[in-house]
């Protein structure tokens, strides 16, 4: 079946303006999580939807960045007034249940680059 | 907090060689622990996984890992590598008590030389 999509691959912004970055978990899968991997670093947690409970929003660096899940579903990552420091690869995992010792599926991440 | 602390940034082998890439977690409760890998061109992907039972587990591609409990340590090996291991490696831990918030180490990049 199809796995975690993410899109766009890639985005070059400008300093200043707002971005949205979108990922599409694999069907039926009710966890989802958005990370930020700087260069040569490891995955910083961002957020974690599950279900329909509250988000733990608590890895979100700032107030300029928010996410949603529409649905159950796709979700997206929204990232204000954006930094040069906010440049990153993006990761998006979707799993099937709550965390735990359930495997998370990362899609290709989208490649964000703030001029 | 938690936090994952992999020891080797880098680390370069020939093939057949044995492989032993270190992982220490900082948590005082029970934990779930995984190692994921990334082949070059490829998303991320599990590898192996520990939550109960048996300490030494095992995963794809013939990667095992050891959990020690009193070393707070999570240690991948495989005996003889192979030029296709060639990826980088991330430890990562989350609390049962919060498992949905997975803290990942830095990761370990492997070259194996052919």
């Known amino acids: 079946g199809a796995g975690v999509s993410q899109s766009p691959s890639n985005k070059v912004t400008e300093k200043g303006k707002d971005v949205e970055l979108r990922c599409d978990p694999i069907s039926g899968h009710t966890a989802l999580y958005w990370y930020r991997q700087s260069l040569g670093q490891g995955l910083e947690f961002l957020i974690y939807?599950?279900?329909?409970?509250?988000?733990?929003k608590s890895g979100l660096p700032s107030d300029r960045f928010s996410a949603e899940r529409t649905g159950g579903s796709v979700s997206t990552l929204t990232i204000q007034r954006t930094q040069q420091e906010d440049s990153a690869v993006y990761l998006c995992a979707s799993s099937s249940a709550s965390g735990g010792p359930e495997t998370q599926y990362f899609g290709p991440g989208t490649r964000l680059l703030v001029l | 907090a938690q936090s994952v602390s992999q020891h080797n940034h880098h680390v370069i082998l020939s093939e057949a060689a044995s492989l032993e890439l270190g992982c220490n977690y900082s948590?005082?409760?029970?934990?779930?622990l995984f190692w994921y890998v990334q082949y070059p061109g490829q998303h991320l992907q599990l590898l192996l996984k520990y939550f109960s039972g048996d300490p030494l587990v095992k995963g794809i591609k013939g990667f095992e890992a050891e959990f020690i409990k009193s070393k707070f340590s999570f240690n991948l090996r495989k005996p003889s590598v192979q030029w296709s291991d060639t990826a980088e490696y991330f430890c990562?831990?989350?609390?049962?008590?919060?498992?949905?918030?997975?803290?990942f180490g830095d990761g370990t990049t492997l070259t194996v030389k052919p």
């Open positions: 939807f599950q279900g329909n409970s509250a988000p733990d």
């Open positions: 990562a831990v989350n609390a049962r008590t919060n498992a949905g918030k997975s803290t």
């Open positions: 948590y005082g409760g029970t934990v779930n």
